[in-house]
């Protein structure tokens, strides 16, 4: 028979920390029975210390993408670091630092707006600006002025640069884009945005729209001067033409003058005995009659190979 000793009935009644204690247990009892007592407590450390490391992690491993460049800030040595930027990969910095991540890739904004011409008329424009930051300057940039650089340096130095341009222009001008007006305001913009840590690469009009009236009022002068160009190039190939009959005729002339004074009598009697020659010397030729009178080409009669 098999006898179950029970060591807890052996135990004194005393408090959970001397049970557990107490040298008649084994490690492994000792063990669970301290850990039913503290389960509470280690699971909410278990929690903290999880939370810390999530935490911790998130501050300390950061990661830079495809296409990005990290910027540094030191809360402690001197802030933002300018002479190094964060390449792709994964860095380890001090939790209480902050890293800034840049999308250097090429990056395109809409922008729209007006802008009032030399006549006080409003003209709208809408944009498509194309632009990237300068890898090697994103610490400089970050520190002067900040991620939100397109709206802070771009957009408002290319109203800046066209407002002061188109505000000495008529509607007509802009409209029809004279002289290359808005090209070379366009390339002035990108030059100066340049000089801003920033490279613009192209900045597209999408439209330039006026008032409605102004608008008809111009389309209306556009086709007028088209039909006057087309009437004026009629004109010029009208004027063309005839001077080319002119000098034709004039060839003609002077070509019939030339022959009539070349064929008097002695020539043209020349020109017969030559034709006479040739037609006496064909094969089939058997009676040649020419001429007529006492001044006459000669009669040949009867002429044989």
Known sequence: MTHTTDLSADLPAADDDKLVHHPK????ERFSRWVGDKWPYLVMMGLVTTLIILVLWQRTVIRVGA???G???RVFLGGTVTERVYTEGLHLIWPFNEMTIYDTRVQIVHHEFDVLTNRGLPVHLALAVRFRPIFELLGVLHQNVGPDYADKIILPQIESVLRKGLGNHTPEEIYTNKDYLL???IAQAIEEIGQKFVVV???IIRSVTLPTDVKAAIEDKLVEEQKFLTYTFRLKTEEQEAQRKRIESGGIRDYAKTLSEGMNENVLKWKGIEATK???ASENAKIVVIGSGKDGLPLILNTEK
């Open 25 to 28: 247990l084994g490690l492994r």
């Open 67 to 69: 296409g990005e460049g």
């Open 71 to 73: 910027v540094l800030y």
């Open 183 to 185: 090209n070379r305001l």
């Open 201 to 203: 690469d192209d900045i």
């Open 278 to 280: 040739e037609l006496a």
